[in-house]
C-alpha cells in the first residue's frame, strides 16, 4: 500500500474543481409553525403544521416537545409529512393524539428539517431557527 495503513509515502497529490455543484450549504427555513389548538385534552387529536423551504429541496421534516424546557414527546417526533406544495416549498403536517396519561402543562414545540444535500436546521449541529409553537395540555 502507498499512503495508507503504514505503507511507504508518495508525494504524488492532485487537485480538482467542481463546476455546476450546488452552492446550498444551509438547511431549509422554517417560514412557520402551528397548531390546531392552542389547548388539547388527554385523548383529543391536534394538528402540527409546518411550512418549510429550501432551495435544494427538503428531504425530511419533524419535531421535538419539551415542557418546562425538558425534551418531553408524547406524539415521538413525528415525523411530519408533506401534504401541500412541494419539497422546496411545501405545508408538511402531523396529526398528534395526546395519550390519556399525557402530562399537564405548557409545552413548546421546536421544528427540525434536512434538505436532500444533508443540510440540517435545529438538528445535528445544523443552523438553528428560533420559530417555534405552543400549545398546553390541561
Do not use: H
Not at 99 to 116: F, H, M, Q
Request: proline letters at 6%; a negative charge; hydrophobic letters at 35%.
Amino acid at each position: 500500500w502507498v499512503n495508507m495503513n503504514s505503507g511507504r509515502s508518495d508525494p504524488t497529490r492532485a487537485n480538482f474543481t467542481v463546476i455546476g455543484g450546488s452552492s446550498d450549504v444551509t438547511g431549509p427555513e422554517i417560514v412557520s409553525l402551528t397548531t390546531s389548538a392552542s389547548t388539547v385534552s388527554p385523548g383529543s387529536t391536534f394538528r402540527i403544521t409546518a411550512v418549510v423551504t429550501d432551495p435544494s429541496g427538503v428531504f425530511s421534516s419533524s419535531f421535538l416537545f419539551s415542557r418546562d424546557g425538558v425534551q418531553s414527546d408524547f406524539c415521538g417526533q413525528g415525523p411530519l409529512v408533506l401534504t401541500s406544495g412541494n419539497a422546496f416549498n411545501g405545508t408538511w403536517t402531523f396529526d398528534c393524539v395526546a395519550p390519556a396519561n399525557v402530562i399537564s402543562g405548557d409545552y413548546e414545540i421546536t421544528p427540525y428539517a434536512k434538505d436532500v444535500l444533508g443540510n440540517w436546521v435545529n438538528m445535528n449541529s445544523g443552523r438553528s431557527d428560533p420559530t417555534r409553537a405552543n400549545f398546553t395540555v390541561a
